[in-house]
Nanobody
């Protein structure tokens, strides 16, 4: 089990940008950001392996980018041109094995609010 420390988040107007960062207390093969908006199901926004393979959800890949520093066990999510539908709680996770599969550890979550 690892501890996931999240930073970033907050409030922004539509069209603005935010950066979320997550640092794991130990080695994690695949880290990810999972988002849950009001009344919506959770979805994996982005993930990154220790080897640097990054996956960003099709729904946001034209606006969001992610980067993984395997040596520091960090995953950063850069969110640009944000929309109201990006509002939600963003949680950093450590996947058990496969990116996008079962989640082994959760961060506490950080709120992102986009106002129009």
């Amino acid at each position: 089990q690892v501890y996931l420390a999240e930073s970033g988040g907050g409030s922004v107007q539509a069209g603005g940008s935010l950066t979320l960062s997550c640092t794991a207390s130990g080695y994690v093969y695949c880290m990810g950001w999972i988002r849950q908006g009001p009344g919506k199901e959770r979805d994996v926004v982005a993930s990154g392996t220790s080897g640097g393979r990054i996956t960003v959800a099709d729904s946001v890949k034209d606006r969001f980018t992610a980067s993984r520093d395997g040596g520091k066990n960090t995953l950063t999510l850069q969110m640009n041109n944000m929309r109201s539908e990006d509002t939600g709680t963003y949680s950093c996770v450590a996947f058990t094995s496969t990116c996008g599969g079962n989640v082994r550890d959760w961060g506490q979550g950080t709120q992102v609010t986009v106002s129009s």
